[in-house]
DNA sequence: TTTTTAAACTAAAACGATTTAGTATATTAG
DNA sequence: CTAATATACTAAATCGTTTTAGTTTAAAAA
């Protein structure tokens, strides 16, 4: 096989004759408009076709100052949710010849700043982000930019920005009344320590419901990187075992993860007196026994919207838009462990 | 906050009254060698750092023919197995200045070449290849290209490219004497319909220590797409229950969770009247009732000799490196799924 | 017939870097 | 004292596009 050498609009335009002007034109679809002649066009896109020349995307990256690339960062691309959304992007983006760098930010604001600085380097077009608490300022700035930016499933109050997410608050306030409703009365709230919304909100949610029922509200927040994953289990262990108890409502898998290997670790037959709930569904819960109740997030439909709203970002020259919120819809899967119990 | 106006080689140069030459030279570390005064290097390199100068990647690129871009393509990126290795792959790339882009081919030939083309077009530097099972000729005019290429969990024999694996064959075989040795003697083999060798080999080490003890080997092969998932778990459900078994090996983790769920759906009591063992770990199949033997792939140990590898390949200029085949150790975690029986 | 306007194309600059092939001055060798 | 060599820099080409500002010829208007 020999080396195929590269094709160029410079080489396109001797081979005709003609100037590389007039192969760009006809290229970009600009033709008409540049009044070139139909025979003119036909030749060129039939040589063209029959080389298969397929244009330098860096040149034009280069020329046009757009890259064709958008970046999706979030806390960690291995976690199933995340993972799930990037599939789906990665799709639609395709679709639209866009490229993704997909990143995690580990949740850190040093490492979302430098990733967001890397790309800058690279003229990104868009970028879609699941923000670490503290860059606020730095998603500002893009926006000041002029640069497309969505945020989504947390976001900065007070910052008018894109944004697609759901309603925590609702979606948590639902689910606890779900547990109250299947007779819960001793609901403890486990959770990360972090003041980001949509933890923060999930927060009230279960707050408003215990407080509505008049019943007693105990939450065990955790540190996001609590060193060890020991650690993270002993305080879980406690809270269960210490507090007096009769359901867990995780607010979200990470967590829940944990709590199932403190309960199987332990005392597996004692999940079965506790009514268990989680933020975010996994396939797994489906076939954990007791089988696991879980809130939903519409994750393909989170997809979607955030590359239906990209797409109309980036063929926006002016930046007219004004700040959308896209709310989606949670979906509660009751299951045994908050259905059929023996309490 | 005001736009921050480009900065650019010719711009520094300019501002400090010499040549873009010297700028490029000093910035690219090739002072030295071009006999560049220490004052010269001393007052651009302060110049850059004051006005905090990124060199534009896309010009960098479109001179140098390095795009600084790697790709990272597997069958399915949410897949667990898939999303942990470009977790990790994600960190070493980004640490060396490289981008990652991943993507799916879902096992489809037709996916894989299109993605291939598209990234040829962008002029990436180096691939990291999960194949579908026809890309064989792809895979080879990359190399003859002279391309960096890394094929990895599975290969083309006789083909020779650098690849990362495991060796299945062995670590199947061990994984049903595991089986045998623990009392089993009827062990079904649920497998994909593919002669990919990822699966081949697994298949051949069950038949291997299933022979070798003069054991039945009955297998099931399942379609990968096999259109809609009822028809997937149908075939399993009538394999488990209507075969004469006393153990389960599913060969990959995608298939296991439909393994699972068929005996959630059906008779979950039954469950712990089979031996349950599955290729790939899982977190949850340390607290699935049973828990869930399984054989797992060093998934962190992949992902840095990948990188590894890769990084040599990028940075040899000449292609002298012959195919380098790294193969991999298996951990087989048993559990009580395989131990603890009642039969 | 002369002037305008339209049609069909093109030359050359630009995007922002890297690199080859110099040049001018200073130093050393012969 | 001249020639050779080293030092310290630079002009301009190049990567492969896009786009602005033309030019030339033909047709329409005056």
Redesign the interface.
């Known amino acids: ?1 020999k ?1 195929a050498k590269k094709h160029s609009v410079k080489g396109i335009a001797e081979k005709l004759n003609i100037s590389p002007t007039t192969v760009s034109f006809v290229l970009n679809g600009k033709a008409k408009e540049k009044k070139i002649s139909d025979e003119m066009i036909e030749k060129v896109l039939a040589y063209v076709k029959e080389i298969n020349y ?6 034009q ?2 020329r046009t100052g757009k ?1 064709k690339i958008i970046v999706f960062m979030v806390e ?3 976690n ?1 949710f995340f ?2 959304i ?2 789906k992007i ?1 799709d639609l983006a ?1 679709e639209q010849d866009y ?6 930010n580990e949740n850190k604001d040093k490492k979302s700043r430098d ?1 967001i ?2 790309f ?4 990104v077009d868009g970028y879609i982000i699941n923000p670490s608490p503290g860059i606020r300022n730095d998603v500002e ?1 893009l926006i ?2 002029d640069i497309p930016v969505i945020l989504f499933d947390r976001y900065f109050p007070g910052l008018k920005t894109h944004y697609v997410g759901i309603d925590n608050e609702e979606a948590s306030y639902k689910a606890t009344l779900h547990l109250i409703e299947n007779g819960f009365k001793k609901i403890g709230f486990i959770t990360l320590a972090t003041t980001q919304t949509q933890m923060a909100n999930r927060k009230k949610g279960y707050l408003k419901a215990t407080k509505e029922h008049a019943l007693a509200s105990k939450v065990l927040e955790i540190e996001f990187d609590s060193g060890n994953p020991k650690i993270k289990k002993e305080l879980i262990k406690e809270f269960i075992f210490k507090e007096d108890l009769d359901a867990i409502y995780f607010s979200t898998n990470y967590l829940t ?1 944990s709590g ?2 403190v ?2 670790e332990n005392s ?1 037959e004692l999940i079965d007196k506790f009514g268990i709930l989680t933020f975010d569904d ?3 819960f ?4 007791p ?1 696991i109740s879980a809130i939903a997030q519409p994750k393909d439909e989170m997809a979607s919207e955030l590359m239906k709203l990209m797409l109309v970002l980036l063929n926006k020259s002016s930046k007219d838009l004004s700040p959308k919120e896209i709310i989606l819809k949670t979906t509660l899967f009751p299951r045994n462990s908050t259905l059929v119990k023996n309490h």
Chains 1, 2 share one sequence.
């Not at 490229?99 to 995690?104: E, G």
């Not at 489906?286 to 026994?289: E, L, N, P, V």
């Open positions: 096989m080396k397929k244009p330098n995307q860096l040149a990256s280069l890259s960690d691309i291995s199933h993972a799930s990037a599939r990665e395709y490229k993704v760098l997909f990143c995690s990733l600085q890397l800058k380097d690279r003229q700035a000041q930019d993860q199932l290997e309960f199987k597996p996994h396939e797994f489906k076939i954990h026994t089988t």
